[in-house]
């Protein structure tokens, strides 16, 4: 068949209103007579006496007298009086066990028939493979049966290997209605390779193609969203006559299920054209369809078409309609179905008013849906109702309410008593649940309010109210976060007592609260409970303590409790261990730090970036720059990327080692793994190239940096300041250093400093004293404790000894801009 194009669709459908079928026969062969001997009567009556007695006895004698009498016909008959599908399987494997006796393929499918509606997929597996394996001959039509029994509980796989193990044994020679059963079992499926299989089979047969073939096949492509082929399908069955209401409802119900609400409602019109009636079923599921879609629109005018169509809508259609414009804040409207469903002599659920108090926005709204429910309210819808208010009072902000409103619910006093005036109606008192309590309890704790919630905990057991898991966890997570770790203990040691054992989440959040405080006893001792427990310590929580004694200074420590971690089966992450490998850097343990390293790698852990990294920073800080190298040639044969930090990291080493051409062979380096250099690569290699006598470099890699459109930071201004200065170029250093300022970048007391004395060692005193000036003008004057005091005290007396700055000198000490100088010790007589 060609397929058709999307414009086909409408032709398709257009002209519907002729010789149009409406049922679907049921191909199905009752094996039982419409009357039957009174001798037969009797004995079926007597097996199914003796089946449904109990407790029921194989060796009961009566039953062994009448094992002789038993025939295919009689085992049928029993079998469909049977109302239990367990006593009914009982009794036909106690037949087939009998002497003399053979199940046909009646027997079979009758026990099938039953298995099928009870949905026992199990037994009626085993029951299909005993067909073939006991050589059982049938008629087409009794193994269209079979098949369709296994097909109706999704046994998809097993219909199909049943009908070829027949053929091929030739316990029954298919024909179309095999065929034709076959396909509908295959229809549950999405097998639309097989279903093709078989269509051409029963082409290479001879058998020709009815409504009953193509309507399978329609609902295997549906199921496949194949959306061309379903059509193609659709438009051969319309051609032939035998477009039918369950035809249409197969493509109408697809369209919805593929969230084509707009070709859905399309379909339904043109199906109206024809004179076509959805069925009541098809209504219900279509609705539920478009709400779970957010059509709101479409599912209230299916609701209408429902309601004109004669069908009166239940209670869960107007449940899944109110709680589709309850979620879309649709009050108003959700309130008129409400009033409608009501009229209709519908009651109302807990549930729908539920979904309703929680959609009110506001009390007053609240109140309006209270005044009209009353009538609807018993004490458990009551119950339900006060919970509900208690979310809304919740979700308002006003927790100081349901507080109160729950402590009269626990005193047993009129709810209304409390400021409840939306409930003023109701005079009575209702008893609050674990819901209650734990609406409450959750608010109070997200605000903080962490005795009052425990106050309410423990008024639950006062009034019989049970407790839960979620409860218990979210007062332990609170209390622990509030590192209250003994009062944690005492709610946990009561969840056991009441029989609730701790979840993975109960443990891990007393164990993070254990790391937070660095208890090591502690949280040893916690890991064996949960080892226990089959819990798995979270790693997170590992790392944190691992990284809080590192930080103290007690990284062996660390170390010793990540080793006593494996020792306890559990393995900590590489996060951890390079935590405790850091920490042992810090204090100066560089060997340990690389014997836990090589240590975990024999382990079989496969170290990162990050860990390479930690160890080569404190390679290159202890100056063993070689051994770093080392480490990331470790690193590239390991296939792992060096980071553009790695590479920066070996240059500062490189530069601080004075090797700066090594360096700069870094730089090459990155450039060619297409790691772009940053300002702490060009800050590095400048400072470096300084350091080694070579400004020139330093400035051409300086304008390489802005070049590239690396913005030099304030860091790297005063690298470079302070290296030219160093190479005897304060002049240049001064240009840079007004660059700085005007890029709004402040240098730091020190690079004050460098350049006086940078200035005062090329003879030029009036620009290192501008550069003084300018210092106490920023207020960047040192401190008499300041390290940088001595040396600017020192170009103090340089300045005052030459005369072209001296009378500068003494007139800032005049208007006391250069604080807490000893005049003698720049040589200027007290007075002057």
């Known amino acids: 068949m060609a397929l058709p194009t999307h414009q086909n669709f409408h032709k398709s459908i257009k002209y519907l209103a002729k010789n149009l079928c409406f049922q679907r026969s049921m191909c199905t062969k009752s094996?039982?007579?419409?009357?039957?001997?009174?001798?037969?009567?009797?004995?079926?009556?007597?097996?199914?006496?003796?089946?449904?007695?109990?407790?029921?006895?194989?060796?009961?004698?009566?039953?062994?007298?009448?094992?002789?009498?038993?025939?295919?016909?009689?085992?049928?008959?029993?079998?469909?009086?049977?109302?239990?599908?367990?006593?009914?399987?009982?009794?036909?494997?106690?037949?087939?066990?009998?002497?003399?006796?053979?199940?046909?393929?009646?027997?079979?499918?009758?026990?099938?028939?039953?298995?099928?509606?009870?949905?026992?997929?199990?037994?009626?597996?085993?029951?299909?493979?005993?067909?073939?394996?006991?050589?059982?001959?049938?008629?087409?039509?009794?193994l269209g049966f079979l098949v369709r029994c296994l097909g109706s509980v999704g046994l998809v796989e097993e219909a199909n290997m049943l009908f070829d193990q027949v053929q091929m044994m030739g316990l029954c020679s298919p024909n179309s209605y095999s065929y034709n059963c076959l396909l509908e079992a295959i229809s549950k499926s999405s097998s639309t390779d097989l279903v093709e299989m078989r269509l051409k089979e029963m082409r290479d047969f001879g058998w020709g193609y009815d409504k009953y073939t193509f309507t399978p096949l329609l609902q295997v492509y549906c199921n496949s969203r194949m959306f061309d082929k379903a059509l193609s399908v659709f438009n051969e069955i319309y051609d032939r006559g035998w477009v039918d209401q369950h035809v249409f409802g197969i493509l109408v119900l697809s369209f919805s299920k593929w969230g084509e609400v707009?070709?859905?409602?399309?379909?339904?019109?043109?199906?109206?054209?024809?004179?076509?009636?959805?069925?009541?079923?098809?209504?219900?599921?279509?609705?539920?369809?478009?709400?779970?879609?957010?059509?709101?629109?479409?599912?209230?005018?299916?609701?209408?078409?429902?309601?004109?169509?004669?069908?009166?809508?239940?209670?869960?259609?107007?449940?899944?309609?109110?709680?589709?414009?309850?979620?879309?804040?649709?009050?108003?409207?959700?309130?008129?179905?409400?009033?409608?469903?009501?009229?209709?002599?519908?009651?109302?659920?807990?549930?729908?008013?539920?979904?309703?108090?929680?959609?009110?926005?506001?009390?007053?709204?609240?109140?309006?849906?209270?005044?009209?429910?009353?009538?609807?309210?018993?004490?458990?819808?009551?119950?339900?109702?006060?919970?509900?208010?208690?979310?809304?009072?919740?979700?308002?902000?006003?927790?100081?309410?349901?507080?109160?409103?729950?402590?009269?619910?626990?005193r047993g006093e009129f709810i209304a008593d409390v400021g409840a005036d939306e409930l003023l109606q109701f005079k009575g008192t209702v008893s609050p649940d674990t819901t209650s309590f734990s609406i409450v309890i959750n608010?109070?704790?997200?605000?903080?309010?962490?005795?009052?919630?425990?106050?309410?905990?423990?008024?639950?057991?006062?009034?019989?109210?049970?407790?839960?898991?979620?409860?218990?966890?979210?007062?332990?997570?609170?209390?622990?976060?509030?590192?209250?770790?003994?009062?944690?203990?005492?709610?946990?040691?009561?969840?056991?007592?009441?029989?609730?054992?701790?979840?993975?989440?109960?443990?891990?959040?007393?164990?993070?609260?254990?790391?937070?405080?660095?208890?090591?006893?502690?949280?040893?001792?916690?890991?064996?409970?949960?080892?226990?427990?089959?819990?798995?310590?979270?790693?997170?929580?590992?790392?944190?303590?691992?990284?809080?004694l590192c930080k103290h200074g007690k990284a062996v420590e660390a170390c010793k409790f990540l080793a006593d971690i494996v020792q306890e089966g559990f393995l900590p992450d590489i996060v951890s261990y390079s935590a405790a490998m850091g920490g042992l850097i810090n204090i100066q343990e560089m060997n340990l730090a690389l014997e836990l390293f090589r240590e975990i790698c024999a382990r079989g852990y496969c170290p990162d970036v990050v860990a390479y990294n930690i160890l080569i920073s404190g390679l290159c800080k202890s100056l063993r720059v070689a051994e770093a190298q080392n480490l990331l040639n470790e690193m590239t044969m390991k296939g792992l990327v060096p980071s553009v930090v790695t590479y920066n990291l070996l240059i500062d080493g490189w530069c601080k080692s004075g090797d700066v051409d090594k360096a700069m062979l870094y730089l090459s380096h990155m450039l060619g793994k297409e790691r772009e250099p940053n300002v702490i690569t060009y800050t590095s290699l400048i400072d470096g190239l300084c350091n080694a006598g070579r400004p020139d470099d330093a400035l051409m890699l300086w304008n390489e940096m802005g070049g590239k459109?690396?913005?030099?930071?304030?860091?790297?201004?005063?690298?470079?300041?302070?290296?030219?200065?160093?190479?005897?170029?304060?002049?240049?250093?001064?240009?840079?250093?007004?660059?700085?300022?005007?890029?709004?970048?402040?240098?730091?007391?020190?690079?004050?400093?460098?350049?006086?004395?940078?200035?005062?060692?090329?003879?030029?005193?009036?620009?290192?004293?501008?550069?003084?000036?300018?210092?106490?003008?920023?207020?960047?004057?040192?401190?008499?404790?300041?390290?940088?005091?001595?040396?600017?005290?020192?170009?103090?007396?340089?300045?005052?000894?030459?005369?072209?700055?001296?009378?500068?000198?003494?007139?800032?000490?005049?208007?006391?801009?250069?604080?807490?100088?000893?005049?003698?010790?720049?040589?200027?007589?007290?007075?002057?």
């Not at 001997?37 to 007695?53: E, G, L």
């Not at 085992?75 to 006796?101: D, I, M, P």
């Not at 009062?487 to 009561?494: A, N």
């Not at 009036?766 to 004057?781: C, K, S, T, W």
């Open 443 to 548: 608010s109070l704790l997200r605000n903080g309010k962490l005795d009052l919630a425990l106050s309410l905990f423990q008024d639950m057991d006062k009034i019989g109210c049970k407790k839960n898991v979620l409860l218990y966890n979210n007062l332990i997570e609170r209390l622990c976060n509030s590192n209250r770790l003994e009062e944690s203990y005492k709610i946990l040691r009561e969840m056991e007592d009441s029989g609730y054992g701790p979840t993975n989440f109960t443990h891990n959040t007393v164990f993070g609260c254990l790391c937070r405080r660095q208890d090591v006893v502690g949280t040893l001792d916690l890991v064996r409970k949960m080892r226990v427990h089959g819990h798995e310590p979270w790693m997170k929580h590992c790392t944190l303590l691992v990284k809080e």
């Open 262 to 410: 707009d070709k859905a409602c399309e379909l339904i019109q043109r199906m109206e054209d024809g004179n076509i009636r959805l069925n009541e079923k098809t209504f219900c599921v279509l609705i539920h369809g478009f709400v779970k879609e957010s059509r709101m629109d479409k599912a209230l005018l299916l609701f209408d078409k429902m309601k004109k169509s004669g069908f009166a809508p239940d209670v869960s259609v107007y449940d899944v309609l109110i709680g589709g414009l309850c979620k879309k804040k649709q009050l108003e409207k959700a309130l008129q179905l409400y009033s409608e469903m009501k009229e209709s002599g519908n009651k109302p659920d807990g549930g729908i008013l539920s979904q309703l108090i929680s959609s009110c926005s506001s009390e007053q709204e609240l109140t309006q849906l209270l005044e009209e429910s009353w009538e609807d309210m018993d004490v458990k819808a009551m119950a339900l109702l006060c919970n509900s208010f208690l979310s809304v009072l919740v979700n308002n902000g006003s927790i100081d309410k349901a507080y109160n409103l729950l402590q009269a619910m626990i």
């Open 31 to 142: 094996q039982n007579s419409s009357t039957l001997p009174s001798d037969v009567v009797h004995i079926t009556n007597k097996f199914i006496s003796i089946f449904t007695k109990q407790p029921f006895s194989p060796s009961n004698p009566e039953l062994i007298n009448l094992a002789p009498k038993l025939t295919n016909k009689l085992v049928e008959t029993v079998l469909n009086n049977l109302t239990s599908w367990r006593v009914a399987h009982k009794f036909f494997v106690w037949a087939s066990n009998q002497h003399g006796y053979k199940h046909n393929i009646y027997t079979y499918n009758a026990m099938a028939s039953i298995l099928s509606r009870a949905r026992q997929n199990a037994p009626l597996s085993v029951l299909a493979k005993d067909v073939v394996n006991l050589r059982c001959y049938m008629s087409p039509g009794a």
């Open 709 to 832: 459109g690396c913005a030099p930071n304030g860091v790297a201004f005063m690298a470079l300041i302070y290296g030219l200065c160093k190479c005897g170029r304060p002049k240049a250093a001064l240009v840079h250093f007004h660059v700085m300022k005007e890029k709004g970048m402040k240098p730091d007391m020190y690079v004050y400093v460098v350049l006086i004395s940078a200035f005062l060692s090329d003879l030029n005193s009036p620009l290192a004293f501008e550069i003084l000036q300018e210092m106490v003008n920023e207020g960047n004057f040192p401190d008499p404790l300041d390290k940088n005091y001595l040396a600017v005290r020192d170009a103090m007396v340089k300045l005052s000894e030459d005369t072209r700055t001296s009378p500068l000198v003494k007139n800032l000490i005049k208007k006391g801009s250069i604080p807490a100088i000893n005049l003698l010790d720049i040589g200027i007589e007290d007075g002057i």
